[in-house]
């Protein structure tokens, strides 16, 4: 029984994937190489139901958010793991429990998140922490929106060419909305590759900016006598 969809356009990285997984999960993998192939095989096997997707982020022929998002609709608990485009060494946030892994793929870590998603309950959401996603699309270079949801709360993420420009949530905007979104950890969230903001109100480079949203979170955090101690 196939359990992971495993995209990826090289095709000797790829089957070493798959190979992997099999060798140290037992699991079954099918290797595919672009967005219509993917969908192409799934309705020649409509009695398929995978529950990982392990995909490029990006490449030709190929956009993981956008395959992520058809396959979610498809098939409902799908979690969703990316491998960016970029290396390790460019990372500039650790975030346990990442669904992201660059180059060079850590096999353990890589091991233990399948292990981990294959436990998930059927129609588990496909969770993501804010940090991982926008380290990514900042990594990555990319430009659009992302709308992240979590609970009742929503908030936007408007990116132009890997930094951040501006940052709505239902009652604030800019630098505060940034450190609300950040706050909420664990989202589901859509990406729109064509939306642009109608304002900017970022300037800051996106790592300082994360890293600062994160420090003003913990310092909100505080109990109110702790801010008092200067």
Known sequence: MTQLLIVHRDPEIGRDLVQL???????????????????????????????????????????????????????????????????????????????????????????????????MFSSAPDLFHVLDILQMCCLSGRSGALQMVSGANVGTVYLRDGQVVHSETGTEYGNDALVEIVSWGEIEFAYDRVASPGVETVSKKWNALLLDALEEGRRRALPAWRHQIG
Do not use: H
């Open 21 to 119: 997984v099999k060798d140290y999960t037992g699991y079954e993998s099918v290797l595919t190489n672009s967005e219509s192939e993917t969908l192409v095989w799934l309705r020649r096997q409509p009695e398929v139901r995978p529950q990982i997707l392990l995909t490029q982020l990006q490449a030709p022929g190929l956009d993981g958010f956008i395959l992520g998002a058809s396959l979610g609709e498809m098939f409902p608990g799908l979690q969703t793991l990316f491998l960016p485009p970029y290396a390790g060494s460019e990372q500039r946030l650790e975030v346990a429990g990442s669904k992201v892994f660059p180059e060079p793929i850590d096999g353990e870590r890589l091991i233990a998140t399948i292990e981990r998603s294959m436990r």
